[in-house]
Nanobody, 111 residues
Framework: VQLVESGGGLVQPGGSLRLSCAASGFTFSTYAMGWYRQAPGRQRELIAFISFGGSTNYADSVRGRFTISRDNARNTAYLQMSSLKPEDTAVYYC??????WGQGIQVTVSS
């Protein structure tokens, strides 16, 4: 199983970013996918989840600003992040089936 995140970087407050998670080594369409994040000095937290059937759920801190989606034909999960705040600064991780992890990607929200 391999999960590779991309799309992170530095963005100004109020800006947007889209993270991608390219998956391989398993039947992507049958796995639930999630995005987690870990800020310095804090525990890793689940912020967005999408079932294999497409149902979604979000942490209160990102609901209404972030959107998780998946493209089963491309074996890729996405996290569209809008109205970004400095407190969204963290390393973001892709997860499959609550078991497999990507390497993480830095998102920094700063002016």
């Amino acid at each position: 199983v391999q999960l590779v995140e991309s799309g992170g970087g530095l963005v100004q407050p109020g800006g947007s970013l889209r993270l991608s998670c390219a998956a391989s080594g398993f039947t992507f369409s049958t796995y639930a996918m999630g995005w987690y994040r870990q800020a310095p000095g804090r525990q890793r937290e689940l912020i967005a989840f999408i079932s294999f059937g497409g149902s979604t759920n979000y942490a209160d801190s990102v609901r209404g600003r972030f959107t998780i989606s998946r493209d089963n034909a491309r074996n890729t999960a996405y996290l569209q992040m809008s109205s970004l705040k400095p407190e969204d600064t963290a390393v973001y991780y892709c997860n499959a089936a609550f078991s497999y992890w990507g390497q993480g990607i830095q998102v920094t929200v700063s002016s």
